[in-house]
């Protein structure tokens, strides 16, 4: 199996794991992966900073760490729509009675997206496993 269609079978399974985690929070589906932040310090903190970080991963080895110029800075292009998608989801808490907006939340999630989209662009870069016209 290609490099390629592992990536976008991981990518695509862990963007529909996000989703229902999403889902499940803005029900109150109180399900297990929910139980065991409670037990770790900062855990939801972590919690944010890995998932959000693990989009942000796939999100821009699935666009092949495609990148958009804004004034003289090139930014992720995958990055950047995650930012976006992000920071609506976490401002639109402030009007669902089962969540809460939390600036720590979203500090978590802004470190976790820009880190891990730096690993995606280095593991892209280094293993040589897109084409090398977007590196």
Request: with cysteine; glycine share 8%.
């Given at each position: 199996?290609k490099i390629?269609t592992?990536?976008?079978?991981l990518g695509?399974?862990f963007?529909?794991f996000?989703?229902?985690v999403i ?6 589906w109180d ?6 932040v ?38 992720l292009?995958?990055s950047f ?5 992000i920071?609506?989801e976490e401002?639109s808490?402030?009007?669902l009675?089962r ?5 720590l939340d ?5 470190l976790?997206?820009?880190l891990?989209g ?6 892209c870069k ?10």
């Amino acid at each position: 199996m290609k490099i390629k269609t592992i990536i976008r079978i991981l990518g695509i399974s862990f963007l529909i794991f996000i989703g229902f985690v999403i889902l499940s929070a803005n029900n109150g589906w109180d399900y297990f992966f929910f139980g065991w932040v409670k037990y770790l310090p900062l855990g939801d903190k972590m919690a944010h900073f890995i998932l959000v970080g693990g989009v942000s991963f796939f999100v821009n080895l699935l666009l092949e760490v495609r990148q958009l110029k804004i004034g003289k800075t090139q930014i992720l292009l995958g990055s950047f729509i995650v930012f976006t998608f992000i920071t609506i989801e976490e401002f639109s808490q402030m009007f669902l009675i089962r969540r809460n907006f939390d600036l720590l939340d979203l500090t978590a999630n802004y470190l976790g997206l820009f880190l891990f989209g730096q690993f995606a662009f280095w593991v892209c870069k280094e293993f040589k496993i897109l084409d090398k016209r977007i590196l």
